[in-house]
């Protein structure tokens, strides 16, 4: 079977993108946020079908923690003067489990890392975004 000649040149020019792509972390600005996330990235607007997220930083994410909590109250003074009833606490000394779950998530304007990766079939220039960044003095409090 003769060897198709695009494939040839669809490969150079595959390895010349490739070679142009910057590597390691980029910044990218949110446009619209998800579910139907868009995303400014270099000149280009990034779509959902392009992006990968952090799970986090999704509305709706939850964790659970769990520890163990050694503390005690605040001392508190009793009513009537009464001996039971003078400054006292109470030990705490107990397990525990929480869950919290997020009802934010990146809004328009956030600033984002990015790292370009290849999709896993390899045929595809596709995104990662990892966290919502800021510069230190910009924070908002």
Partial sequence: MKENPYDSMLDIMTGAARSQ????????????????IKVSYRGFLLESPELYISEYLLTEYGRTARGHIVSATQNRAGGGGYAEY???NHDINNDYTDSIIYIDTLKAGDKVTIFPILSEDGTRQEYVITDKIVRPDRRAF
């Fill in 21 to 36: 792509q910057r590597q390691g972390a980029q910044i990218g600005t949110i446009i619209s946020p998800p579910p139907n």
């Fill in 86 to 88: 003078a400054s006292h």
